[in-house]
């Protein structure tokens, strides 16, 4: 793990941001696996932007940026750039983060087959017109799905698909706790 | 058509006794009949020699001259080694391509003509060169390359190409060439007088244990750059018990930049081949093989004859100069287009039939070598030298030289001066005065042994030649002051990547990581870590891999690193936070902008 | 039989005459890890996992015999960072999906990134187009997961008897191949040892899947190199 | 014309948004829930082994990977001739569904919508879901109501757990495998399950409770609140219509409990289903093909559940159905706000499953896989938390997949969401002389209530956090001013 800007000590509490780039929340949902342990959390930390709260932009500097998912739109890219700029720290949660995960399957298939599988040649498709989703509120897809690493710089790496709450809660601990995160044997995990 | 090829398959395998090591004569045949090696050919040949066809696909995919697809009847391969590049080798393929309608890699609709590139073909000092079919065409212009094309429309032979002969042996019948030798400085040990027969003579009136003494007292080193004492190695070839031993001459001269090797095959084919024979004599052996690069294919039929004119004196074959009990001969066998053949263990895989990946190492070659043999492998030029020291004895050539490292070495110079070529200079030479000799031109750069060692900056010029300083193999290669280190050292991995056995992992991936690396810092979107990765990645690349090329393959970078940092440090910077300089949104939604008719609206 | 005395780590050891430093290790408990070694097969040094620092060299532990007051580096930072780098560049090489595996768990490609606590690749990953041979009725061969490690030539040859694969290719490009157009044709049986040698999910059997729990695979409990060390402590 | 947008929806499974377009006159013209994402699963998932599928789709979505794992299951089951499942594959596989039901179900309504129901009943807030932004999230109602907070998390836990001991992982495990399971239940887990079920099953019947209630004390508001009628679809247990969400028959009746389609075997979907692809958004249209896109669209999920069953199998669950149909007299309900309710006793009836196949000696058996003779093509239907789940593969002589047709739940209520949005915001919106934040969340609220699963519905390329816009006419700056006006709201 390499780490530029380790969590400081900020005056208040620390602010935690989360967000849900091309992931399938599953992530997000080990994060609430740590089940009682969030009660506890939530005394010493704030949460900030993220999609179990309604704070959708940032409101102020975030010492900790969890991510999920990798990059598949122009979009993910551009939240992405926002948490970079706005935490303190950016952790990589889980396999798509890290490597662009299943969405990337797609990476050495050409993006036109995966859009006429879906809206043209899927079983029972009614398409007289022979659309393809487009419109302005569509953000553009990447030509391929990007770790998070390959976009902005990533401070902190925790595998798994999805990883396991144990791990997230030792990373979570340890940089609120200012000292390197140390994932057991059984949490360190990339399935 | 496929009785045809089963024919003609059966003839080239019954001309190899069906033996199974002689796949790369095999293969090099059919294609030679067919134009490529086809899967119903593979499967023939698995069949008559006893193998498989995977076995066989094996051999054909690792040679970058033999295809599994038809090629053109002419194939031309343009020479795009750095060398070739720094005179003019983009305006000579852009002229090819455009005369021929294709580009590079292509073949012409009707089947004639195939352009392709390849790596250097030992004609550093006439570039641009190429290969058309096995005919060396040099000195090429966008005009010479238009008439060639022209020409070679016309009647598609490439002997018709030549219309004057290079110097020296080139005008010889059986070589009948446009090659030159530019042979700039003769020295004593390899371009004096050499009468055939006389240094066996004197070998032959030694024991086989004083011709190694004697190799050994003259403290002669190996040629081709790693300079292992030669002497040591018959000796441990020799000592190694076993029922046959092989001698291996290496003339896969490949590390870009060289061709003395092909100078003294051409000039002092007799020389090299009486060498060999007094090493088997040495070691006890009764078989020598030179390995002969497929890009010097043209000499074949000359060397050939050569070796024929020794038998019929009595200098190879049975009982040779009367001697009874020492059996000599040399068989030549072709390769066929893949530099890591240079490694000694990957030369004798080829040699056995194989792909040329080198071997695990120990056992080493003395040991354990040519068909689990005890084998030497000795560079042409150490042959040649060891003819000259049984004929002048050791303490003569140990004069020659400087203190540790004795004898005269063969530079082969190219690049930015007046007078490249072949210089005969004794151990212990400067480069400065090499440079001298070859008036370079404004010399900013030079490589020494070609891009397996470090490039050197002018306050190294005033090192020695020899093997406690810059050791070298023999490549010379100067480069002026406005020439592009860092684009030098990227084309020198791209090279390295492309011959790498693929073996081993730190050589196969690390090599393309290391690319990747460069590349981003000579574009400009490097960060100064990446400097400190750049030297960490090659570390981990030299240390790990398994023979020298990987050792060596980080060479050109780190030497750039090492002797031009300001170069690379000028390149990067420290980024703001946010998207990394690498990351392109622009390019990475210009697909789907143009499916969409639509633009980002982050870009 | 004469007895060499050597150190791995500074600890001494014995190997018999020929003995490779990493068969001479395990009898005494030192676990280097490796990847294309395998089991008595004549070894291919190619992966170089299991490099150590020998007598100021590196060398690969599977291929370098012991000799007689050879110093051994084994377990040092230097060590560990190379073979970080190298299970790393085995993993972008390739295109492993960990997540949905049927290997993984029994994987010694992934096992061993474990050991080393990788969390995420180090470089960028090469995204090759590699392909997927489902012809043969009961195995299959999917080249995204191979990592080149020649087991399934060399089993196929010295314990099956049969050359079902071999490497075409060089460099970057080279490839595992089979003997013929796909597997179908190659006279690959289910039985053969070389379906069960493939260290990654490359070559393997079919409709098996997932049929170990989690929890119970192989790696699931224990780092690899358990089993050696254990023998050890 | 005037463009709200909500972006991202929050407190949702997944990445969305919302534009609301007004016209000069203030009224709402367009109301559009976009799904802005594109994985390609049905592409990539071409060629691969069929035994990989349930472990690679689950990877859709997070949230309800169990549904995803088991309908994929289910369809292969059919391609390697195993659907007759030994006993203990069947009930494994149905402890692991309805583990998924109950997290889902506890997740959905205490982590995403609680805070919208209970501080809005806080008597602090002008309607009943415009509570204050700052305490919209589950940590807030895990202060302000301790207990409840508590029993949430330890619910979704209970699931979760349910899950690890069936699937060997809480989220994306290997379970199910064609023809069976890889497992079966170890005593040490059923026993430890076994300890909190009662406990789970009271505090399920106490969530039941505030649901029901909210309702009641909201009915005037709720009835109007995102409301239309609609035909609703679910699988239903073949021989007496009982809830059932493993396996069954598909249902569909219309809003008034007319019966549409009954009795349908799932292999048979297509008969009666087809999607429309609209240009606006990566997710389908579903239509019942016998009344045609305009008017063929029908709800799934709870609420739709509870409308086409005619009971739940189990007594504490069915007395709660008894009085949840009270209100509407015996027909099915057609409110929005309904759904939370309805959910509610689905995870009551959830945890009495559990509790009671927890009892079952089957779960220890040794039998886990069978199989019979090949099939080309087959259907995995299941009822996800959050509706009828079909998937829909072919498979070639080689193992290889060559055909993949998916439709998640929250697809099939693509429509419902949009007409829900389309009410509140006419209702809500139109000529407001100012929209705030909290009315925005208004339109969340609708959303939500169909715990939308965005992550799944974007299987075809990418996610959810919803995202609410309004537009005029000259685009762009008005819709800044809109949203930064959005953004700034304390």
């Not at chain 2, 490097?526 to 020298?548: F, H, K, V, W, Y």
Request: one cysteine or more.
């Amino acid at each position: 793990m390499t780490s530029s800007q380790e969590a400081t000590n900020h005056p208040e509490k620390p602010r935690i941001a989360t967000v849900s780039l091309a992931g399938c929340f599953g992530c997000h949902m080990s994060i609430l696996d740590i089940d009682e342990r969030i009660l506890a959390l939530a005394e010493i930390v704030d949460f900030a932007r993220s999609p179990i709260n309604d704070y959708k932009t940032f409101d102020g500097r975030c010492t900790v940026g969890i991510i999920e998912g990798g990059c598949c739109n122009e979009e993910n890219v551009h939240v992405l750039e926002d948490f970079r700029k706005n935490c303190d720290v950016l952790v990589s949660l889980g396999d798509c983060a890290i490597n662009g995960g299943i969405p990337a399957m797609r990476n050495n298939i050409p993006l036109r087959e995966c859009l006429e599988e879906a809206y043209l040649k899927s079983p029972g498709v009614y398409n007289p017109s022979g659309t393809i989703p487009n419109d302005e509120e569509l953000p553009l897809l990447l030509n391929r799905v990007y770790p998070c690493n390959e976009v902005v710089k990533i401070d902190h790496f925790i595998p798994g698909c999805p990883p396991p709450a144990d791990a997230i809660f030792e990373v979570l601990s340890a940089l609120l706790a200012g000292r390197t995160p140390a994932i057991a044997y059984g949490d360190l995990k990339y399935d | 058509m496929k009785q045809a090829l089963a024919t003609v398959v059966q003839e080239i395998c019954k001309k190899y006794d069906f033996d199974k090591q002689r796949m790369m004569d095999i293969v090099l045949g059919v294609q030679g009949r067919f134009g490529c090696i086809s899967v119903e050919a593979m499967d023939l040949i698995a069949e008559m020699v006893g193998s498989h066809r995977v076995e066989v696909e094996s051999v054909v995919t690792f040679y970058s001259f033999l295809s599994l697809k038809p090629q053109g009847k002419v194939v031309i391969r343009l020479c795009d080694d750095i060398v070739d590049w720094m005179k003019g080798y983009d305006a000579v393929a852009d002229a090819m391509s455009k005369a021929l309608g294709i580009t590079m890699g292509e073949t012409t609709s009707d089947g004639a003509i195939t352009l392709t590139k390849t790596p250097c073909i030992g004609m550093s000092d006439q570039a641009p060169a190429a290969l058309v079919n096995d005919v060396v065409v040099t000195n090429l212009s966008p005009e010479r390359a238009q008439d060639l094309i022209h020409n070679l429309r016309r009647h598609l032979d490439p002997q018709q190409l030549v219309t004057t002969v290079g110097d020296g042996n080139h005008s010889h019948p059986l070589i009948r060439s446009m090659v030159r030798n530019n042979i700039r400085r003769r020295g004593p040990v390899h371009f004096a007088d050499f009468e055939a027969g006389q240094a066996l003579k004197a070998t032959l009136a030694m024991d086989p244990e004083a011709v190694i003494a004697t190799i050994r007292a003259s403290r002669l080193r190996g040629r081709g750059g790693a300079g292992f004492a030669t002497g040591l190695k018959w000796e441990l070839c020799r000592n190694t018990p076993s029922d046959r031993r092989y001698v291996l001459c290496n003339a896969d001269e490949g590390e870009p930049g060289t061709f003395k090797d092909r100078v003294l095959l051409t000039e002092c084919a007799a020389q090299v081949f009486e060498g060999m024979t007094i090493a088997g004599y040495a070691i006890g052996a009764d078989t020598g093989i030179v390995y002969l690069r497929g890009e010097y294919a043209y000499l074949r039929p000359y060397l050939e004859q050569v070796l024929e004119e020794r038998r019929a004196n009595g200098l190879l074959g049975r009982q040779i100069q009367g001697h009874p009990s020492f059996h000599f001969d040399i068989r030549i066998q072709m390769g066929a287009g893949a530099y890591v053949c240079g490694e000694e263990t990957a030369l004798i895989s080829s040699c056995e039939g194989h792909r040329g990946d080198p071997k695990n190492r120990p056992p080493f070659p003395p040991q354990c070598g040519y068909l689990d043999r005890p084998t030497i492998v000795n560079n042409v030029e150490s042959f040649s030298a060891a003819a000259r020291i049984m004929l002048k004895g050791a303490p003569w050539f140990e004069a020659i030289g400087s203190e540790r490292t004795t004898g005269t070495k063969l530079l082969s110079v190219s690049g930015d001066c007046r007078k490249p070529g072949v210089y005969e200079v004794p151990f212990g030479i400067s480069a400065r005065e090499v440079l001298e000799l070859a008036e370079a031109d404004n010399p900013g750069a030079v490589l020494i042994g070609g891009p397996c060692r470090q490039m050197l900056g002018p306050d190294r010029f005033s090192g020695r030649i020899c093997y406690d300083d810059l050791a070298t193999g023999g490549a010379f290669i100067i480069f002026n002051r406005a020439r592009n280190k860092l684009a030098i050292a990227e084309r020198y991995l791209d090279f390295f990547i492309d011959e790498s056995c693929g073996h081993c992992t730190p050589c196969r991936v690390g090599l393309q990581l290391l690319k990747n690396l460069v590349h981003k810092v000579v574009t400009g979107a490097g960060e100064p870590s990446d400097l400190a990765e750049m030297r960490r990645l090659s570390n981990i690349i030299i240390q790990t891999s398994r023979c020298g090329l990987g050792q060596a393959a980080p060479n050109p970078v780190l030497g750039a690193l090492e002797n031009f940092s300001a170069l690379y440090t000028d390149l990067v910077s420290e980024r703001s936070p946010g998207l990394l300089s690498t990351f392109d949104l622009s390019r990475a939604v210009v697909d789907a902008e143009l499916r969409v008719g639509r633009q980002s609206k982050y870009v | 039989m004469k007895h060499i005395e050597f150190t791995i780590d500074g600890k001494t050891m014995t190997a018999k005459p020929g003995q490779t430093i990493l068969k001479a290790a395990e009898a005494h408990g030192v676990y280097i890890p490796h990847l294309c070694a395998y089991k008595d097969l004549i070894p291919h040094g190619s992966c170089r996992v299991c490099s150590v620092r020998c007598n100021g060299r590196i060398q690969a532990a599977c291929v370098q015999t012991v000799s007689e007051g050879m110093i051994v580096e084994n377990d040092t930072p230097e060590i560990h960072e190379f073979r970080k780098a190298i299970l790393d560049m085995l993993f972008v090489e390739g295109n492993h999906f960990c997540m949905f595996c049927e290997k993984s768990g029994q994987c010694e490609l992934q096992a061993l990134a474990y050991r080393f606590g990788i969390t995420a690749p180090q470089f960028p990953l090469l995204e090759p187009e590699r392909e997927l041979d489902m012809s043969h009725p009961d195995v299959y061969l999917d080249h995204n997961r191979c990592i080149l490690c020649g087991r399934c030539v060399r089993v196929s040859q010295d314990l099956d008897n049969k050359n079902c694969f071999q490497f075409v290719g060089r460099g970057h490009r080279k490839r595992l191949k089979v003997n013929g157009e796909a597997l179908a044709e190659t006279d690959l049986r289910v039985t053969d040892a070389v379906v069960a040698s493939c260290p990654v999910g490359a070559l393997m059997k079919k409709r098996v899947g997932y049929a170990i729990p989690i929890g119970e695979r192989h790696f699931d409990q224990q780092p690899i190199g358990h089993a050696i060390e254990e023998k050890n402590s | 014309m005037k463009k709200i947008t909500i972006d991202p929806l929050t407190r949702v499974e997944g990445h969305g948004k919302v534009t609301i377009h007004l016209d000069d006159a203030g009224d709402v013209k367009e109301a559009r829930l976009h799904i802005i994402e594109f994985r390609g699963f049905e592409r990539f998932i071409l060629g691969r082994p069929f035994w990989e599928v349930p472990v690679i789709v689950q990877r859709l979505c997070g949230i309800c990977p169990v549904s995803h794992h088991l309908a994929a299951a289910k369809a292969m089951d059919r391609i390697v001739g195993g659907e007759q499942l030994t006993p203990t594959a069947e009930k494994m596989r149905r402890l692991m569904h309805y583990g998924q039901i109950f997290q889902s179900h506890a997740l959905h309504f205490f982590h995403l919508s609680s805070p919208d129901l209970l501080f809005g009943t806080d008597g602090s807030a002008a309607s009943a879901f415009a509570a204050p932004r700052e305490q919209r999230h589950v940590l807030a109602v895990a202060k302000s109501f301790p207990e409840l907070g508590r029993q949430g998390i330890l619910m979704r836990k209970f699931g979760q757990e349910v899950i690890q001991a069936t699937a060997g992982k809480k989220i994306h495990g290997t379970g199910a495998i064609p023809g069976g399971v890889n497992r079966n239940l170890s005593v040490e887990a059923r026993d430890h399950l076994r300890k909190d079920a009662d406990q789970m099953i009271r505090w399920s019947k106490k969530a039941v409770a505030v649901a029901r209630d909210f309702t009641m004390d909201h009915l005037l508001e709720i009835a109007t609140f995102g409301a239309f009628d609609s035909n609703h679809l679910s699988l239903v247990r073949p021989r007496d219509g009982a809830l059932e969400l493993y396996d069954g028959v598909l249902r569909a009746i219309d809003k008034d409990g007319k019966t549409l389609v009954d009795g349908l075997e799932d292999q048979r979907y297509l008969e009666a289903l087809s999607e429309e692809v609209r240009p606006w958004t990566y997710m389908k249209f579903p239509f019942l093909k016998t009344l045609g896109p305009q008017h063929g669209w029908y709800r799934v999920g709870p609420l739709a559940r509870l409308n086409t069953c005619r009971f739940v199998p189990s007594p504490e669950a069915e007395a709660a159905r008894i009085e949840f149909q009270a209100v509407t007299h015996q027909k099915p309900n057609n409110v929005t706000m309904a759904y939370h309710w309805a959910r509610m006793i689905e995870l009551l009836h959830a945890g009495e499953v559990i509790r009671d196949l927890l009892d079952d000696a089957d779960l220890q058996g040794e039998d886990l896989v069978t199989q019979g003779p090949r099939r080309e093509e087959a259907v995995g239907i299941i009822e996800a938390p959050r509706g009828t789940l079909i998937h829909h593969y072919r498979v070639d002589r080689n193992d290889q997949v060559t055909m993949c047709n998916l439709i998640v739940s929250t697809t099939h209520n693509n429509e419902p969401m949009n007409q829900a949005i389309m009410r509140v915001a006419q209702d809500t919106l139109a000529k407001k002389p100012e929209i705030t934040e909290g009315l925005l969340n208004g339109i969340e609220v609708a959303v939500r209530a169909y715990d939308p699963c965005l992550s799944c519905a974007t299987h075809a390329m990418g996610k959810m956090p919803l995202q609410v816009q309004v537009v005029d006419a000259h685009g762009a700056v008005a819709a800044e001013r809109i949203r930064s006006h959005e953004l700034d709201a304390p």
